[in-house]
């Protein structure tokens, strides 16, 4: 029930076009779902966030649409670019004060010029 | 800028060895987090703090063990290290009052056990 599946485990996606990652949860306490962005050599870095009570929120190219009847929720890259390779991890936050998240799997996304 | 340092980047060590990694952070967080990353297995947490002294386990402690003396500084432990304990470690922080839930990672210690 602490789980979040995402996917795909890897994504190859053409310059300019659109990259899609899915997550799933099962525990409807969670309160807060982020997306993190990691580059090779770097700590994963807060890209984009969404709480339950939004179904999407866009910062720039970067959209999350969120169901909560589907207890899923997932991450748009519109006009993708090779700058956005990367991995990607969606989160989910279990409440309380010590902001513990829950992380996927990630997801390798190589965006070919 | 905010910032967390790891102070090993990389790390060779022998099976049986004690090994230390070092997290500082410099934002004045409560809260502060060990992740061991895998291919294919993602971010797992091993220790998380939220206090100075204090320390709870994640999902992944068997074989860890962390130290927090000061608001600023927390360590990871491999009291006897074994291969299977050959991973990137990612440190993280975070604020109580911030709301959000935002994780600052440092730059992670690749630690490989022969």
């Known amino acids: 029930q602490q789980q979040v599946k995402q996917s795909p485990q890897s994504l190859i996606v053409q310059k300019g076009g659109i990259s899609i990652i899915n997550c799933a949860y099962e525990?409807?306490?969670?309160?807060?779902f982020p997306w993190y962005q990691q580059f090779p050599g770097k700590g994963p870095a807060l890209l984009i966030a969404?709480?339950?009570?939004?179904s999407e929120k866009k910062e720039g190219r970067f959209t999350i649409s969120f169901n909560k009847s589907a207890k899923q929720f997932s991450l748009h890259i519109m006009d993708s670019q090779p700058g956005d390779s990367a991995t990607y991890f969606c989160a989910a936050r279990g409440g309380g004060a010590t902001n513990k998240l829950i992380f996927g799997t990630g997801t390798l996304l190589a965006v070919q010029p | 800028d905010v910032k967390v340092t790891q102070s090993s980047r990389y790390l060779v060590k022998r099976t049986g060895e004690k090994v230390f990694l070092e997290c500082v952070q410099d934002m004045d967080h409560e809260n502060m987090f060990w992740y061991r990353q895998d291919p294919g297995l993602g971010l797992r947490l091993i220790y998380f703090?939220?206090?100075?002294?204090?320390?709870e386990k994640g999902d992944i402690p068997e074989g860890y063990s962390v130290s927090r003396e000061k608001k600023e500084r927390f360590s990871l432990i491999l009291e006897s290290a074994s291969t299977n304990q050959t991973s990137m470690y990612l440190c993280?922080?975070?604020?109580?009052?911030?709301?959000?839930?935002?994780?600052?990672f440092g730059e992670g210690s690749r630690l490989t056990v022969l």
């Open positions: 969404i709480r339950p009570d939004v």
């Open positions: 993280a922080s975070s604020g109580s009052k911030q709301g959000g839930g935002e994780l600052f």
């Open positions: 525990n409807t306490a969670f309160d807060y």
């Open positions: 703090s939220y206090d100075v002294k204090m320390k």
